[in-house]
């Protein structure tokens, strides 16, 4: 297969950990004979820096005109102080996000068996093994309504609209991944105090009713899915969540994993095309120090094997490779290694074979 993959490394170690992930998908392609192209641009502050833009158009042409956009992080303290709409994680992420239609972000968190000892949790919670699916709504919700300061700068306001559309497609991808899974989808929400979670929990049980009545699905208020998440992770199987709830959630499921290094995301759009980015930040504290944990980029790009490009031995691959090298305690500082960045990211490429 031939593909087009943009990619956007941006700051901070984002450069370091998707060089990683770039070394992995050419050895993917030798091995399985595919073609891969890589066409990389500037975004973020890097980006700004450069053209005055976070987000360049020509930057986002080529993540229009690619199968599938590869990013690393974007933002950094040198560009906090720009205005709020300039700023790379609002110019560039949420733009991004917005234009090229990414309304559904994946967000799997799993326990590695070797890593279990990473884990913040105690070893009787997570001893049965963790393998949970944040399904997050990207374009909507907080993110995307208005953000207002009042003239005389005393108040503020932002707004979280979501129509019974935007609930439903988000639903909907819900629950063909639990489908492919357990088959359990937790509805999380604060329906007790908010009208648009009364809102997405009438639209999601409705949906349930006509379209999967195959799949168990229950309802949870935020603040419990926060603590469950602690006491019994392993209970988690979809976890489907409006925007910003599942940023936070999905931050608080990496820990179960023993790292934020270790998770990846999927940024999809209805018809399979996607952005594929770890769920941490640009780490500007160890940037250029070679510490960085490329995993959660390495898993990223298996991610976008699978669902953008239908690759799925191959992603299975380098999922295998990655549970390898965890094995052999080759591990970033993050997991208790010493291993630097690029000697993960060539171990893992290493270990991917052909079938
Ligand atoms: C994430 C990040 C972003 C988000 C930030 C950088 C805007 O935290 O992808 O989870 O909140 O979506
Ligand atoms: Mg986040």
């Known amino acids: 297969m031939k593909a087009k993959i943009a990619v956007i490394a941006g700051d901070g170690i984002g450069p370091e950990i998707v060089a990683q992930a770039v070394e992995v998908l050419k050895k993917v392609a030798a091995e399985f004979g595919h073609g891969f192209t890589f066409d990389e641009r500037p975004v973020g502050g890097a980006a700004y820096d450069a053209t005055g833009d976070c987000l360049p158009a020509e930057t986002l042409d080529a993540c229009r005109r690619a199968d599938a956009v590869l990013l690393g992080a974007v933002g950094g303290p040198k560009w906090d102080s720009l205005p709020a709409a300039q ?3 609002r110019r560039a992420l949420l733009t991004l996000r917005r234009e090229l239609g990414l309304f559904a972000n994946l967000r799997p968190a799993r326990t590695w068996p070797t890593l279990r000892g990473s884990s913040p949790l105690k070893d009787e919670i997570v001893a049965e093994g963790v393998d949970l699916l944040v399904v997050r709504e990207l374009t909507g919700g907080l ?10 700068g005393q108040s503020a306001l932002d707004t979280m609209p979501y129509s019974v559309a935007e609930i439903e497609r988000i639903a909907r991808v819900a629950f063909a991944a639990a489908r492919k899974r357990r088959g359990r989808v937790t509805c999380v929400d604060k329906a007790n105090v908010l009208e648009t979670s009364r809102l997405w929990r009438e639209t999601v049980q409705r949906l349930q ?5 195959d799949i168990a699905l229950d309802f949870m208020y935020v603040d419990n899915a926060a603590m469950q998440l602690v006491r019994s992770p392993s209970h988690f199987d979809v976890l489907l969540a409006e925007n910003m709830f599942g940023d936070i959630l999905s931050d608080e499921a990496s820990q179960i994993t023993g790292s934020i290094g270790m ?3 999927a940024s999809l ?5 996607g952005l594929y980015e770890p769920i941490h930040g640009s780490a500007p504290d160890i940037a250029g120090r070679g510490v960085a944990n490329p995993l959660a980029t390495i898993l990223s790009a298996a991610l976008l094997l699978r ?4 690759l799925e031995a191959e992603s299975a691959a380098i ?6 090298v965890l ?3 080759e591990l970033t500082p993050d997991l208790g290694g010493s291993a630097t960045t690029s000697q993960v990211g060539a171990a893992v490429a290493k270990k991917v074979y052909g079938g």
Request: glycine share 16%; proline share 5%.
């Open 327 to 329: 094995a052999s305690g």
């Open 263 to 265: 998770l990846p995301s």
């Open 143 to 152: 993110y995307f309504g208005e953000h207002v300061r009042a003239a005389d």
């Open 319 to 324: 999922e295998r490779a990655t549970g390898e």
């Open 307 to 310: 669902h953008s490009l239908g």
């Open 87 to 89: 700023r790379p994680e």
């Open 209 to 213: 009713g006509t379209e999967a009545s």
């Open 269 to 273: 759009r209805e018809d399979g095309f």
